[in-house]
Nanobody, 117 residues
Framework: VQLVESGGVLAQSGGFLTLSCVASGIIFSISVMGWYRQVLEKDRDLFLR???????NYADSVKSRFTISRDNDRNTVYLQMNSLEPEDTDVYYCNAQAGVLVQLSYWGQGTQVTVSS
């Protein structure tokens, strides 16, 4: 499975942004897809995920501002980010859990989001 993120830009505080992640490869085996973020050398932090049946899980910190959605026909997962804050500045990574017999974890290359105050 290959994942390619896009949409990371320099945005203004209070603005909005949509990130996309397109999956290719053995896509039928993808179960859960999610968005992680990582700042500096810290661990990647899962904050949104969506199952193949569009069941979502949100971290409390983003529940009121971010929305994850999935278009299975386009093999794409989206992250809609509203009311951006400077604290949202991070590298955002798309992740997919996929596999026929064993679920493995796949990562995109990351996309940088920078929010100016």
């Amino acid at each position: 499975v290959q994942l390619v993120e896009s949409g990371g830009v320099l945005a203004q505080s209070g603005g909005f942004l949509t990130l996309s992640c397109v999956a290719s490869g053995i896509i039928f085996s993808i179960s859960v897809m999610g968005w992680y973020r990582q700042v500096l050398e810290k661990d990647r932090d899962l904050f949104l995920r969506i199952s193949s049946g569009s069941i979502t899980n949100y971290a409390d910190s983003v529940k009121s501002r971010f929305t994850i959605s999935r278009d299975n026909d386009r093999n794409t997962v989206y992250l809609q980010m509203n009311s951006l804050e400077p604290e949202d500045t991070d590298v955002y990574y798309c992740n997919a859990q996929a596999g026929v017999l064993v679920q493995l974890s796949y990562w995109g290359q990351g996309t940088q989001v920078t929010v100016s105050s």
